[in-house]
């Protein structure tokens, strides 16, 4: 039985759609989830789950699980066409508290995120509930749903979140436009089980005829996925004889079972805009990320990391409405940024012909004779980094590569305990000064209590030499543990006064 009214409602029980019910879990909030499908996927989809997604997870309170079923920290070996390893991606620090390349499998975190929903009393997951169509008014918004015994049915809410993938009905009722790049590719996508490997790492196979990725995963799963040319057709690639020649060709163990073969065809697009009146765009809704640098997942993650601890702030009035603006303000640029990240490894992998593999392989073969060039590749320090330049948040005057305001917090460990575990689910203060026992005072009253934010004092050795800049410091983190502001001690006063500026301008 559902209820009339919920403060928000989530359309699609996809990864994005369940990792934001379960992070209003924790918050506290009541919300409803509507997927049309009995069950979570059982197909393979996404295989590889970043540091930044299991830091959400851990942030639901599922690491632990989630992790039980990854295999952590695996890299990527390119490979030219006459089979030599011309460079090595195999990030080895772990600066957000997880290693930042892992191996994991859509269809069980799926059913792990649907599991977990059981712990909350507040959260209805109601399965077999399609949303038909719905209507706005300036407070609220009626979703009209077909229920399993095909019952028409009307329930209110305050917001709705459209996760309801890429060809989400709701992006569609609202008439936004995908828009960006061009691109277009069919891959065709090979799933394996009983496949050991002799590597943990993803290889691929930088050959201009036949680009290829084979990622090894948990429990001897092995996923294949091969570019295909404009004039090979879906059904001449799907054919037995030639599935088992690219097995052969590609080094697939010969016992391996085959659970799944199919030809999709990728994009690189993101929603003209991601949000209209109370309604708001997640996951694939809103952007559609070729699956080369394995990113698709991880941002629909990242938004309903940036959307939930807002919905639950809004929600209980502790801030404006006019919070949820900054929705697409923060996750669109990277959202981007990750689709041209996706596109150049792309281009790495897939390069069009055998002159300009070469020329690929030549310069990473010159590149690694330079140490920071190496570390540089290795380390997968070309990846996007987590941050957002406009927001909700207070910038501090020093530019886009200096500023800690806008970029994701690192987790080092405190006395062996994650940071974030420390910080606990709403907003922290996070004091890093030797002179921590005469600032505690100081964050006691508003606007820090308005956020009811948590104090916690950071040795300063923690965090390594790059927070080193920041000692004497306090840090207002967000709960999605974003720096909303970075305050000298000596100016806490005026940090207080901006912080206070910026929560007004959510009402
Ligand atoms: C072959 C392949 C490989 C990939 N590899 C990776 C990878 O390695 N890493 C990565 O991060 N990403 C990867 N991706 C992308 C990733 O799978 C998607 O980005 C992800 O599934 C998107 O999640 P979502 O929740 O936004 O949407 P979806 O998973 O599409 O979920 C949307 C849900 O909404 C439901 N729904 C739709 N309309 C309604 C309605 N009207 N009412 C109720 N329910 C509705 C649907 O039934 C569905 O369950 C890959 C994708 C593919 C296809």
Request: charged share 20%; proline share 7%; with cysteine.
């Amino acid at each position: 039985m559902l209820k009339q009214h919920y403060p928000i409602a989530i359309a699609g029980g996809g990864p994005t759609g369940l990792t934001l019910a379960n992070l209003l879990g924790v918050y506290g909030i009541e919300c409803l989830l509507l997927e049309r499908n009995a069950a979570t996927v059982h197909e393979p989809r996404a295989v590889s789950i970043d540091d930044e997604s299991l830091r959400t997870m851990q942030a639901a309170g599922l690491a632990g699980e989630v992790l039980s079923q990854t295999v952590a920290g695996y890299g990527s070996h390119y490979y030219s066409a006459a089979g030599r390893c011309f460079a090595k991606v195999q990030p080895t620090e772990e600066p957000f508290g997880f290693p930042r390349r892992n191996a994991f499998r859509q269809p069980i975190l799926e059913r792990q995120l649907r599991e977990a929903l059981d712990r909350f009393s507040h959260v209805t997951a109601a399965f077999r509930h399609e949303l038909t169509s719905f209507e706005q008014a300036s407070d609220g918004v009626l979703l009209r749903l077909h229920d399993p015994w095909g019952g028409p049915l009307e329930v209110g809410c305050d917001y709705l979140i459209a996760c309801d993938g890429a060809s989400s009905p709701v992006r569609k009722s609202l008439g936004i436009a995908m828009s960006g790049s061009t691109f277009r590719e069919r891959w065709l996508i090979i799933d394996l089980e009983n496949s050991p490997s002799a590597s943990p790492h993803t290889k691929v196979y930088s050959n201009p005829k036949r680009p290829c990725i084979a990622l090894p995963g948990p429990e001897n799963t092995r996923r294949y996925e091969f570019m295909l040319h404009d004039h090979e057709t879906d059904d001449e690639m799907l054919a037995p004889d030639m599935i088992a020649h690219l097995m052969e060709t590609h080094e697939a163990a010969p016992q391996s079972r085959i659970v799944r073969k199919t030809v999709y065809t990728f994009h690189a697009r993101l929603a003209e805009r991601w949000s209209e009146g109370r309604v708001f765009l997640a996951g694939d809704a809103a952007h559609l990320t070729p699956p080369f640098a394995g990113q698709g997942m991880n941002s629909g993650l990242r938004d309903a990391n940036n959307l939930a601890w807002k919905l639950a702030a809004v929600t209980r009035r502790q801030l404006g409405p006019k919070l949820l603006a900054s929705y697409e303000p923060e996750r669109r640029d990277h959202a981007w940024a990750m689709i041209k990240f996706a596109l150049n490894i792309g281009r790495v992998l897939a390069p069009p012909n055998a002159f300009v593999a070469w020329a690929i392989e030549t310069m990473f073969r010159v590149l690694s004779l330079v140490l920071p060039a190496r570390d540089y590749i290795a380390q997968m320090k070309f990846k996007p980094p987590p941050r957002f330049a406009q927001g909700f948040l207070v910038p501090d005057g020093e530019d886009v590569r200096h500023t800690l305001v806008g970029r994701l917090f690192p987790q080092p460990r405190i006395g062996g305990v994650p940071l974030d575990d420390l910080l606990g689910p709403g907003f922290s203060l996070v004091v890093r000064s030797e002179r921590a026992a005469a600032v505690l005072p100081m964050l006691s009253g508003d606007p820090w209590r308005t956020l009811d934010a948590r104090v916690v004092t950071m040795p300063l050795a923690a965090g390594g030499p790059r927070l080193a800049r920041f000692n004497d410091h306090v840090l207002l983190l967000r709960p999605d543990r974003y720096v909303a502001a970075c305050m000298k001690v000596d100016d806490l006063a005026l940090g207080a006064e901006k912080v206070a500026r910026m929560i007004a301008a959510t009402v």
